[in-house]
Each structure stands twice: as structure tokens, then as C-alpha cells.
């Protein structure tokens, strides 16, 4: 082989490990803490997820969430209007920079809709997240019947 074609693999194979670094490193900046998908009674087609981020680059947007075990993910918020207390369907949830970013019961959250079979507590489901620089964090949560908030008063049922 000439020196010349050596050269340039070398250089192919330098770039590419260097792009593969820079994805890495931008997906390691965000880490899951904690999480759980809420167990339903098996005539309940909805449930959530709930679970806290950390983020430790650059300020980012969670943008989606695919889960093959239901039809759709979306992410909410819940908002009080007129003294009720509603969901929202949002677009991103921004996790600051250095920051985390919590999803809890009776705050943003992802509502999983459509379950394809009932989820089985005690059993781990696979859910991607999606964020708006491209990256992805593939993510396995616990089904609980217990809700991981800190504070037991206040109870939201979707």
C-alpha cells in the first residue's frame, strides 16, 4: 500500500472516531437520576411517566418520547385555569444548563397513551427520549403502583 492512501485512512478513521466522540459526549451530558412508568388497572389504556434528569453541559430541550409499548408519548404540564386543574400538551421541556429537569405527578410529566397490553408492576419498560440537538437517551424505567413524589398530599389522576 503507497503512504499516501495510508495516510488517508488514517485520516478517515481519525475524523470518525472524533465525530463519534463529540456524539457521545453530547448524549453523556444528560443522565437519568430516577424514574418510574405509574402501573394502571388493566382497563386504564393511559398512564405516565415520571422521572428526573440531570444535565450536566449546555442547556437542552426534551423534544419527544418514543415507547414501543404504546401508540403515542406526549409530553404535559399541568396548569390551574379558573380554579381546575387541567393538562396541557406541551412541546419541549427545557433542562437548564447544569440543571435538572423533574417530571413528577402533579407537574410535567409524559403521558403515555394508548398502552398496547396492560404494564405489569414490578417489570422495566424501554423508552426513548428525544432532545432538540438531536441526541437520544434510551432509558429503562420500573412500573411502580407508588408514585415517587416527595410529597404524599397531592394526588393528580390522569
Known amino acids: 500500500m503507497e503512504f499516501k492512501t495510508l495516510k488517508q485512512i488514517f485520516k478517515h478513521?481519525?475524523?470518525?472516531?472524533?465525530?463519534?466522540?463529540?456524539?457521545?459526549?453530547?448524549?453523556?451530558?444528560?443522565?437519568?437520576?430516577?424514574?418510574?412508568?405509574?402501573?394502571?388497572?388493566?382497563?386504564?389504556?393511559?398512564?405516565?411517566?415520571?422521572?428526573?434528569?440531570?444535565?450536566?453541559?449546555?442547556?437542552?430541550?426534551?423534544?419527544?418520547?418514543?415507547?414501543?409499548?404504546?401508540?403515542?408519548?406526549?409530553?404535559?404540564?399541568?396548569?390551574?385555569e379558573d380554579g381546575m386543574v387541567k393538562m396541557r400538551q406541551v412541546e419541549s421541556f427545557t433542562i437548564p444548563q447544569h440543571g435538572q429537569l423533574t417530571l413528577s405527578e402533579s407537574g410535567k410529566h409524559i403521558m403515555l397513551l394508548g398502552l398496547k397490553q396492560p404494564l405489569v408492576s414490578g417489570e422495566s419498560v424501554n423508552l426513548t427520549l428525544k432532545f432538540d440537538n438531536g441526541s437520544e437517551l434510551p432509558v429503562s424505567l420500573m412500573v411502580s403502583k407508588q408514585v415517587m413524589t416527595k410529597s404524599e398530599g397531592h394526588h393528580h389522576h390522569h
Open 13 to 80: 478513521m481519525f475524523n470518525f472516531a472524533l465525530l463519534c466522540g463529540a456524539s457521545f459526549s453530547a448524549m453523556a451530558n444528560v443522565v437519568l437520576v430516577d424514574g418510574q412508568v405509574r402501573a394502571m388497572p388493566a382497563s386504564v389504556p393511559n398512564t405516565a411517566a415520571y422521572l428526573t434528569l440531570e444535565n450536566h453541559g449546555p442547556s437542552i430541550k426534551l423534544v419527544a418520547v418514543e415507547a414501543s409499548f404504546v401508540k403515542e408519548a406526549q409530553l404535559h404540564t399541568v396548569i390551574e
